[in-house]
C-alpha cells in the first residue's frame, strides 16, 4: 500500500524568507502524481502546486517549486518570498494510475508559519 | 461556475442519531471522494464514488458508515447511531477524472461533526 510521510509537524519561517517542506512517499508504481495542498485557518483545502512522476522537470507556480527525486521517492516544497498569507497546513498527496481506483493518499501536514 | 457545496457547515448530534453530510461536486465533475480529518490530523480517505457506484470504500468504517452517489442529486454521507469518536471534519471533493493532473481534486469547505 502506498503511504506518504510528512516528517516535519511544525515549521516556521520568517517574513521574505525562504522555507522547504519535505514530503516522502512509498510506492511500487512508476507512474503516478503528486501535488501539495494548503489549508489555511479557514479549514479550505486549496491546491499549491502538482507533478506527474514521468516528468524529470521540477513543477513551478509563482514563488512555489518542488524538487521531486523519483529514485528517492521524495518530493519536497519550497516557498520562496514567505509571506504572512502562506500560514497554513501543508498536505502531500499521492495519486497512484496502477491500481484504477485514483484514490489520493493524504500526508499527515506540516504546520508552516509566516513570522513578521 | 461553483465550486464543491457541501452541507451543513456545522453538524452537531447527540450519540445514537444519525447523521446524514451532503455534498454537490463542481459541475461536470462525476468523482467524489470523502476524507475525515480528526483534530490536528491528516486527511483520511473513506470513500471513493462515481454516479450511482462505489468504486473504492476501503477507508469506510465496516459497520454505521455508507455513502451513496445517486444519478440525481449530491452525494450523500450517513453516519448511523453516531459516537464521540465520530466527532471530526468531513470533507468532500470532486474530480472530472480525465485521466491527467490537469484534474486535481477540489475541495468543499469541510462538514464537521460534533457528537455530544
Known amino acids: 500500500a502506498q503511504t506518504v510521510t510528512q516528517s516535519q509537524p511544525e515549521m516556521s519561517v520568517q517574513e521574505a524568507e525562504t522555507v522547504t517542506l519535505s514530503c516522502t512517499y512509498d510506492?511500487?508504481?512508476?507512474?503516478?502524481?503528486l501535488f501539495w495542498y494548503k489549508q489555511p485557518p479557514s479549514r479550505q483545502m486549496i491546491l499549491v502546486i502538482r507533478?506527474?512522476?514521468?516528468?524529470?522537470q521540477n513543477a513551478t507556480e509563482n514563488r512555489f517549486s518542488v524538487n521531486f527525486q523519483k529514485a528517492a521517492k521524495s518530493f519536497s516544497l519550497k516557498i520562496s518570498d514567505s509571506q504572512l498569507g502562506d500560514t497554513a497546513m501543508y498536505f502531500c498527496?499521492?495519486?497512484?494510475?496502477?491500481?484504477?481506483?485514483?484514490?489520493?493518499?493524504f500526508g499527515t501536514g506540516t504546520r508552516l508559519k509566516v513570522l513578521a | 461556475n461553483a465550486g464543491v457545496m457541501q452541507n451543513p457547515r456545522h453538524l452537531v448530534r447527540r450519540r445514537g442519531q444519525e447523521a446524514r453530510l451532503r455534498c454537490s461536486p463542481m459541475?461536470?465533475?462525476?468523482?467524489v471522494y470523502w476524507y475525515r480529518q480528526l483534530p490536528e490530523e491528516g486527511l483520511k480517505f473513506m470513500v471513493y464514488?462515481?454516479?450511482?457506484?462505489?468504486?473504492?470504500e476501503s477507508g469506510m468504517p465496516k459497520e454505521r458508515f455508507s455513502a451513496e452517489f445517486p444519478k440525481e442529486g449530491p452525494s450523500i454521507l450517513r453516519i448511523q447511531q453516531v459516537v464521540r469518536g465520530d466527532s471530526a471534519a468531513y470533507f468532500c471533493?470532486?474530480?472530472?477524472?480525465?485521466?491527467?493532473?490537469?484534474?486535481?481534486?477540489?475541495f468543499g469547505n469541510g462538514t464537521r461533526l460534533t457528537v455530544t
Open positions: 464514488l462515481q454516479k450511482e457506484n462505489i468504486i473504492d
Open positions: 459541475k461536470g465533475h462525476s468523482h
Open positions: 507533478q506527474e512522476a514521468y516528468k524529470q
Open positions: 498527496a499521492f495519486m497512484g494510475l496502477a491500481s484504477g481506483t485514483y484514490k489520493y493518499i
Open positions: 471533493a470532486s474530480s472530472p477524472w480525465d485521466g491527467t493532473v490537469n484534474s486535481p481534486l477540489h
Open positions: 510506492t511500487s508504481e512508476n507512474n503516478y502524481y
